[in-house]
């Protein structure tokens, strides 16, 4: 693809410059390429012995030896394979003499002392066919070598432009792109109010400059995976009407030293050249990590020497240029310090999940492309997708949509957002992995159990569907219930509460069948992570008091934690042991003494859940009163 210079919203055409020197030799024209002539050349004298031999007739080796006898052969030339010459007979249809050539059976004496005997001119030589010669020993060898260097480049990873692929990787989003803007970004009203003085200033840096400031240099967007970051990045390229100039974090770095820093220095020299502008690097952990704290302790790799090319662009360059530079990580806290300083990134902009309002205004927005039915009522959907991020709100209508074509309907309805939600929470129906009798009344008095116990404590939330169909890898069924609001804090009695909730499964096997099964495993994983965080990290033990116990590396947006750091004795530890048990044990107590009391509840749920397989949270209701 050829490269052309523009910049986007100027109306202008790249400027094209014109060699206007006429003098030159053929020779010296840049268009001038000497293999391809030399290849013309060698082509075109081949030809001319392929033709020289056309015209030339073979004859036997005999009948060569019984013109030689008869003297019909006026010169011969001998080579190595051939011998070829003139006749003194001539042709009847051009009137010239015959040429002819033969293969001998083999070169010795006694055909040179016929030739003389009989006065035959001869000359013996060397093959002439040097180019077939050159052809096959050289030019085929190191054309194969070539083709399979070319193919190994690109198996290893297009590691150049051509053969080894070094250059720069910019993306400049053209004028014919359809411009993303803030009306395309649903949610995040705080991150966008942000990024909206970074347009004005973009716009209009004298604002800022008349009060005696500085626009920001830098602009780092923070947040988990899949809220939006790289499309508020162009949003603000859109509202700007300036270039984007986009590249990803691990496009810098290659297997040869030095190609980062040298895409970095490209980078900013073309941003300066538009500005204003706005850089915008993806997945900045990639390149701005720590330096030290990888393998390489206190060496310069190649990462390093991109990041310290980085830090001397954003320091090197005025900001009343009009040229921002954007990032964005999930990973801020594994950022190099002298990175994330004043003057370089002056400003971290939080991009978060989504809450209950904007998780609604992002499933409009997507929803709008939908051919949806009456009774879609997305806030329901938003209720029902706590914790999801505007990447899964956009799969869910896709999935929704998916559902409809699979059932072959026109138009989207609410249960088909309720199968993709349930498919992305859950995992797909096994609808082929049918359960045995006893196992489909194990797992109905189970998951009749979470669910009366939901709603029976005081700070459980309302559910909103049971189901005892299989689904994803291990689940046999499932509890779902919907959050009324959303909640930042939780008390100490609701998490008792979601302990209980939890236990709720295994205390109606206990009460039913008077044993328990191996469906519960993931119920006490998450019950007793629930204790342990109360007691160790939230400060709710009478004994231990409100201190916390054990580090824990967590990566802030990937909610992912590592391995605990144990900073307390053995004595503590016995303790925080027993804590966890005793709470536990009390709400597994308290889950059997509820269920005790609602038998026939309990009865009454397993029987409807057996029956239909799926009921809805009115239905339980309905179960509950009437029972």
């Known amino acids: 693809m050829k490269k052309s210079n523009f910049t986007l919203g100027s109306g202008k055409r790249p400027e094209?410059?014109?060699?206007?020197?006429?003098?030159?030799?053929?020779?010296?024209?840049?268009?001038?390429?000497?293999?391809?002539?030399?290849?013309?050349?060698?082509?075109?004298?081949?030809?001319?012995?392929?033709?020289?031999?056309?015209?030339?007739?073979?004859?036997?080796?005999?009948?060569?030896?019984?013109?030689?006898?008869?003297?019909?052969?006026?010169?011969?030339?001998?080579?190595?394979?051939?011998?070829?010459?003139?006749?003194?007979?001539t042709d009847e249809k051009t009137g010239k003499p015959k040429q002819f050539y033969t293969v001998p059976l083999i070169w010795n004496n006694d055909l040179a002392m016929t030739l003389e005997k009989n006065g035959v001119k001869y000359t013996v030589r060397q093959n002439t066919d040097w180019?077939?010669?050159?052809?096959?020993?050289?030019?085929?060898?190191?054309?194969?070598?070539?083709?399979?260097?070319?193919?190994?480049?690109?198996?290893?990873?297009?590691?150049?432009?051509?053969?080894?692929?070094?250059?720069?990787?910019?993306?400049?989003?053209?004028?014919?792109?359809?411009?993303?803007?803030?009306?395309?970004v649903a949610g995040a009203e705080e991150a966008k109010q942000e990024l909206k003085e970074c347009v004005d200033f973009l716009k209009d840096p004298s604002q800022i400059q008349n009060l005696g400031g500085r626009m920001p240099k830098g602009v780092l967007m923070v947040g988990p995976p899949g809220t939006g970051k790289t499309l508020l990045?162009?949003?603000?390229?859109?509202?700007?009407?300036?270039?984007?100039?986009?590249?990803?974090?691990?496009?810098?770095?290659?297997?040869?030293?030095?190609?980062?820093?040298?895409?970095?220095?490209?980078?900013?020299?073309?941003?300066?050249?538009?500005?204003?502008?706005?850089?915008?690097?993806?997945e900045l952990d990639a390149i701005g990590r720590a330096r030290g704290a990888g393998p390489a302790m206190g060496g310069h790799d190649e990462r390093e020497q991109t990041l310290n090319q980085i830090l001397t662009e954003m320091?090197?360059?005025?900001?009343?240029?009009?040229?921002?530079?954007?990032?964005?990580?999930?990973?801020?806290?594994?950022l190099d310090k002298a990175l994330m300083r004043a003057g370089r990134f002056d400003r971290q902009v939080l991009v978060d999940k989504p809450d209950l309002k904007d998780r609604e205004a992002i499933l409009k927005l997507h929803a709008s492309k939908l051919k949806l039915a009456d009774d879609i009522d997305l806030?329901?959907?938003?209720?029902?997708?706590?914790?999801?991020?505007?990447?899964?709100?956009?799969?869910?209508?896709?999935?929704?949509?998916?559902?409809?074509?699979?059932?072959k309907g026109k138009l989207v309805t609410?249960?088909?957002?309720?199968?993709?939600i349930d498919r992305i929470i859950a995992g797909p129906e096994k609808k082929h992995r049918a359960l045995n009798p006893e196992e489909k009344n194990r797992v109905a008095f189970h998951e009749s159990g979470h669910t009366l116990v939901a709603e029976t404590v005081p700070t459980g939330e309302p559910v909103h569907k049971v189901s005892i169909i299989p689904r994803g890898i291990a689940a046999l069924g499932y509890t779902m219930q919907l959050p009324v609001n959303e909640k930042f804090l939780t008390t100490e009695d609701e998490l008792q509460d979601q302990i209980a909730i939890l236990l709720g499964g295994?205390?109606?096997?206990?009460?039913?069948?008077?044993?328990?099964?191996?469906?519960?495993?993931?119920?006490?994983?998450?019950?007793?992570?629930?204790?342990?965080?109360?007691?160790?990290?939230?400060?709710?033990?009478?004994?231990?008091?409100?201190?916390?116990?054990?580090?824990?590396?967590?990566?802030?947006?990937?909610?992912?934690?590592?391995?605990?750091?144990r900073d307390y004795s053995e004595s503590t530890a016995r303790i925080i042991d027993e804590e966890c048990r005793e709470l536990v044990e009390k709400q597994y107590q308290r889950a059997i003494e509820i269920l005790t009391g609602k038998r026939k509840v309990l009865d009454a749920l397993s029987a409807r859940l057996k029956e239909k397989e799926v009921i809805s949270g009115e239905e339980v209701k309905e179960v509950i009163e009437s029972a």
């Open 315 to 334: 320091d090197g360059f005025d900001s009343s240029t009009g040229v921002v530079v954007m990032a964005a990580t999930n990973r801020p806290e594994i």
């Open 379 to 407: 806030k329901v959907v938003a209720q029902r997708t706590p914790g999801f991020v505007g990447a899964d709100l956009e799969n869910i209508c896709n999935e929704a949509a998916i559902q409809a074509l699979r059932r």
């Open 414 to 420: 609410m249960k088909d957002f309720e199968a993709a």
């Open 506 to 565: 295994r205390a109606a096997e206990e009460i039913v069948f008077g044993d328990i099964s191996s469906g519960a495993a993931n119920d006490l994983e998450r019950s007793s992570e629930i204790a342990r965080s109360m007691i160790t990290r939230l400060g709710m033990s009478k004994k231990l008091g409100p201190l916390t116990y054990g580090k824990r590396q967590e990566l802030q947006f990937l909610g992912i934690q590592g391995q605990e750091e």
């Open 233 to 282: 990045a162009r949003s603000v390229a859109g509202e700007s009407d300036v270039p984007f100039f986009s590249i990803s974090g691990s496009e810098f770095i290659e297997m040869f030293v030095g190609v980062g820093a040298a895409r970095v220095r490209e980078l900013f020299e073309q941003a300066r050249k538009k500005a204003p502008c706005i850089i915008f690097i993806d």
């Open 131 to 184: 180019l077939a010669k050159f052809l096959v020993n050289w030019v085929l060898p190191l054309g194969l070598l070539f083709l399979f260097w070319g193919w190994m480049a690109k198996r290893m990873g297009n590691m150049g432009r051509g053969v080894l692929n070094i250059g720069n990787k910019i993306h400049i989003h053209p004028d014919d792109q359809p411009k993303v803007t803030f009306d395309d």
């Open 16 to 89: 094209i410059e014109i060699n206007k020197t006429t003098n030159e030799k053929f020779w010296q024209n840049p268009n001038f390429n000497f293999w391809l002539y030399l290849f013309f050349i060698l082509l075109s004298f081949q030809l001319f012995q392929g033709y020289q031999q056309a015209r030339q007739v073979e004859i036997p080796y005999s009948q060569f030896l019984s013109h030689v006898q008869k003297h019909e052969v006026a010169e011969a030339v001998v080579t190595d394979n051939i011998i070829s010459g003139t006749l003194t007979i």
